[in-house]
């Protein structure tokens, strides 16, 4: 167990619809970053959150959206979702801005869209 | 931008035989190296990471070498249990303050009895 939950596990939805995805990170950790595993793409960086400021942006979609709360936890908001979206999504955090520092990931958020 | 270039998959070994994965990478700054493995239905959980040039990483029987000088990071373990087998991922870092990991396409490795 890593210390990082994300809910909800599996999450089914159709195509134009919007979801939210929860990560709440270690204990103490500040930084959250969102990764997207597919088969065609595989593990893509989205975006990583430092004390409730965006740090860096990888590749995501203008569809896609996230924020950190004062908690530290983060939610990934995805809006007009398309088949292509169908993916497991991951958190993972770690103490500082991130360089050099292991990240520790959450078991997943699995997203099929119908 | 950093890329890395990982062994294709699937590997397929016996229990006890010689393991090696393969990874390069590329980077524009001084990354750390990590690899992570992916159990069945799991997250990805760190296996060992290398600092700077020359370190060796090492976990549960793994190693990895940092070697600069041909900015490789292979993956070894001398004998494979069939509680190995999963998907293993070579990731540098951005090799800044920041700390965005960029992931190779993973490899499968399944190991028989």
């Known amino acids: 167990d890593s210390g990082v939950t994300q809910t909800p596990k599996h999450l089914i939805t159709a195509t134009g619809q919007r979801v939210t995805l929860r990560c709440s990170p270690r204990?103490?950790?500040?930084?959250v970053y969102w990764y997207q595993q597919s088969l065609d793409q595989g593990l893509q960086f989205l975006i990583q959150?430092?004390?409730?400021?965006?740090?860096a942006k990888g590749n995501i979609l203008e569809r896609f959206s996230a924020q950190q709360f004062p908690d530290l936890h983060s939610e990934l908001n995805l809006s007009s979702l398309e088949l292509g979206d169908s993916a497991l999504y991951f958190c993972?955090?770690?103490?500082?801005?991130?360089?050099?520092?292991?990240?520790?990931f959450g078991p997943g958020t699995r997203l099929l869209v119908l | 931008g950093n890329s890395v270039t990982q062994m294709e998959g699937p590997v397929t070994l016996s229990e006890e035989a010689f393991l090696t994965i393969n990874c390069t990478y590329t980077?524009?700054?001084?990354?750390?190296l990590f690899w992570y493995v992916q159990y069945p239905g799991e997250g990805l959980q760190l296996l060992l990471k290398?600092?700077?040039?020359?370190d060796k990483g090492s976990n549960k029987g793994f190693e990895a070498t940092y070697r600069k000088e041909t900015t490789s990071f292979h993956l070894e373990k001398g004998s494979v249990q069939v509680s190995d087998s999963a998907v293993y991922f070579c990731?540098?870092?951005?090799?800044?303050?920041?700390?965005?990991?960029?992931f190779g396409r993973g490899t499968q490795l399944t190991v028989w009895p």
């Open positions: 993972a955090s770690n103490q500082g801005e991130g360089g050099r520092e292991t990240q520790y």
């Open positions: 204990s103490g950790d500040l930084s």
């Open positions: 959150y430092y004390n409730g400021e965006e740090r």
């Open positions: 980077a524009t700054g001084y990354p750390s």
């Open positions: 290398a600092t700077k040039a020359d």
């Open positions: 990731a540098p870092d951005r090799g800044s303050t920041l700390g965005r990991l960029y």
